[in-house]
């Protein structure tokens, strides 16, 4: 493969203007840089894929497009002009839509209000709201966006929230479309059916821009990929002529294993067993319904499922955060659910390790630094206490260095505050103080939620190596990619409930996307 600068994409051979085209855009935040020269070309009616590490620069480069941020150096052609956009709706005013990883609607507003807020067309809403209801019943035809206009947001799949922002660009006139990781909370099914709506706007003439740390989606529906390195443009391809290799390549600077080797698990006897285990939230709202499972020594159980369903409640329990009914048995005796010995210190001395799936707000104080972090839930250890009043700070200083050490935490310095590592960086600090217990039985959550491809690598043998130890892991991910690449048994959960039990050898995601919106029998098989 052969890497070209901004410009790969080539202009027509009608010579027409480039739907976008960025030339030496740059952006600093004080001493960092964002951006820098940034030259970039997309063609008219084409899926453009822009990919990155994070911190690579990509948001920060929509956000100059949609005008959130006002570049520091740079010009912005728009089909083929000279555009000056200095707020969102200069971006709209010039063809632009956005539709972002968290949608901006009103929950308790229909979809007709919601896509005529902010361009009624005058003080009476009534005939705004008639000529909303035939425009969108056009575009729903048109596009595949099948959208209910009289239903409420907050009764809809996300799956179908997301059409309503995209009605919301193309009710505005959107002839460029950019999408922000637009899949991350889809189940297959729905990810498929967003391609075949990007895939009609294509059709049509509309230009869209996807951003997505997801290869597989990058090789599936793009036409031409750009890749970012440390706020650079580091290469423009066509995706035809490229693999996921060669992007991941050149996006981390080396090669990267983008699936990690493992051998058969050889399960041992059983860890976990969880017994008809139910959760209601403050609002008394069931949360779990009833889960059973079990995992055994040398075995990472996979759950699956679209993010809202009941994983996080599972992790919670377990890991001693939130309570429960039921009957959890570690190692062949009961945990408590309910009393003073159900919280995280009771199960970290039980043998359990704990990977929150919000790293930033139930697994470090990002104020306190690396080496304090990594003492969390653990400072009554014999061997970071001096006497029976102190802790021993140099001991756990110490400790923490090896651990950055082996788990390639980068700065290696331990006195920096959390909040000075990357995302990835932060991941690593966690893992090293969960994983160098030796638990018996080791929850993670989302384990690379946000993290860069290189250091997605790193985590997933690290995974591995623990179940080869023989230690039992629950692993709750929403990335099927890496369910299917880790796990040796899949369970689905939909609505609080596990839907199904799966074999990674001989399933597919299909039947696990069906069994993710809560379909199961012989049409799930």
Same mark, same amino acid.
Request: hydrophobic share 40%.
């Given at each position: ?15 027409a ?71 969102s ?35 009476l ?19 595949e ?69 997801k ?8 036409d ?6 440390r ?16 992007l991941?390549e ?12 493992k051998?058969?698990a050889?399960?041992?006897?059983t ?15 069931e949360?779990?319904? =009833?889960?059973?499972?079990? !995992?055994?020594? %040398? /075995?990472? @159980?996979?759950?699956? #499922?679209?993010?809202?369903? *009941? +994983? &996080? ?10 309570? =429960?009914?039921?009957?959890? !048995?570690?190692? %062949? /005796?009961? @945990?408590?659910?309910? #009393?003073?010995?159900?919280? *995280? +210190? &009771? ?8 990977v ?21 839930g ?6 970071y206490?001096?006497?029976?009043i ?61 993290v860069?491809?290189?250091a ?51 399933t597919n ?17």
């Amino acid at each position: 493969m052969k890497a070209t600068g901004g410009n790969a994409s080539g202009r027509q051979a009608t010579a027409a203007p480039f739907a976008i085209e960025l030339r030496g855009i740059s952006k600093a935040f004080g001493p960092v840089q964002a951006n820098k020269e940034i030259a970039i070309q997309v063609a008219k009616g084409s899926i453009h894929g822009i990919i990155g590490e994070n911190g690579a620069g990509k948001s920060t480069l929509m956000s100059i497009l949609y005008g959130f941020y006002k570049a520091d150096a740079g010009e912005i052609l728009i089909n083929g002009r000279p555009t000056v956009i200095p707020d969102s709706q200069a971006a709209i005013r010039a063809g632009i839509g956005m539709v972002f990883q968290h949608f901006k609607l009103v929950q308790n507003f229909t979809v007709l209000e919601n896509v005529i807020l902010g361009a009624e067309d005058g003080a009476l809403l009534r005939p705004s709201l008639a000529k909303a209801r035939k425009v969108l019943g056009e575009l729903a035809e048109e596009y595949e966006l099948d959208v209910d206009p009289d239903a409420v947001i907050e009764e809809l799949s996300v799956g179908h929230q997301q059409r309503v922002e995209i009605l919301k660009a193309l009710y505005r006139h959107a002839d460029i479309l950019i999408l922000d990781e637009p899949t991350g909370v889809l189940t297959p099914a729905e990810a498929d059916h967003l391609f075949r709506i990007l895939r009609n706007l294509k059709e049509q003439g509309k230009t869209v821009i996807l951003i997505t740390h997801k290869l597989r989606e990058i090789m599936e529906i793009t036409d031409t990929v750009s890749v970012m390195r440390r706020g650079e443009m580091t290469a423009t391809v066509r995706t035809a002529g490229t693999s996921p290799e060669e992007l991941a390549e050149l996006m981390v600077g080396r090669k990267v294993l983008l699936h990690v080797p493992k051998g058969e698990a050889r399960p041992g006897r059983t860890v976990l067993e969880v017994k008809d285990l139910r959760v209601r939230d403050d609002d008394g709202v069931e949360r779990l319904k =009833g889960i059973s499972l079990s !995992i055994r020594a %040398g /075995e990472i @159980l996979g759950i699956a #499922g679209v993010a809202g369903n *009941g +994983q &996080s409640e599972l992790l919670q329990v377990l890991g001693g955060i939130a309570r =429960g009914t039921g009957a959890v !048995i570690l190692n %062949g /005796e009961s @945990l408590d659910l309910t #009393g003073k010995h159900s919280d *995280g +210190q &009771s199960r970290r001395r039980r043998g359990i390790s704990h990977v929150p799936e919000d790293r930033q707000r139930l697994g470090m104080i990002m104020d306190f630094t690396a080496w304090e972090n990594m003492a969390f839930g653990y400072h009554n250890d014999p061997a970071y206490q001096k006497n029976a009043i102190l802790m021993d700070n140099d001991a756990i200083l110490t400790d923490a260095k090896g651990k950055m050490e082996r788990f390639d935490v980068r700065p290696p310095i331990p006195t920096l505050p959390a909040k000075s590592f990357s995302g990835g960086n932060q991941q690593k600090i966690i893992l090293a103080r969960e994983i160098e217990r030796n638990p018996d039985l080791l929850l993670v959550g989302q384990p690379t939620r946000g993290v860069d491809i290189g250091a997605i690598e790193f985590i997933h043998k690290r995974i591995v190596e623990l179940r080869d130890a023989g230690k039992a892991v629950l692993l709750v991910s929403v990335e099927l990619d890496e369910i299917m690449s880790l796990a040796d048994r899949i369970a689905v959960m939909f609505d609080g409930r596990i839907m199904g039990e799966r074999d990674p050898a001989t399933t597919n995601e299909r039947e696990l996307g069906l069994l993710m919106a809560g379909v199961t029998g012989d049409t799930a098989r």
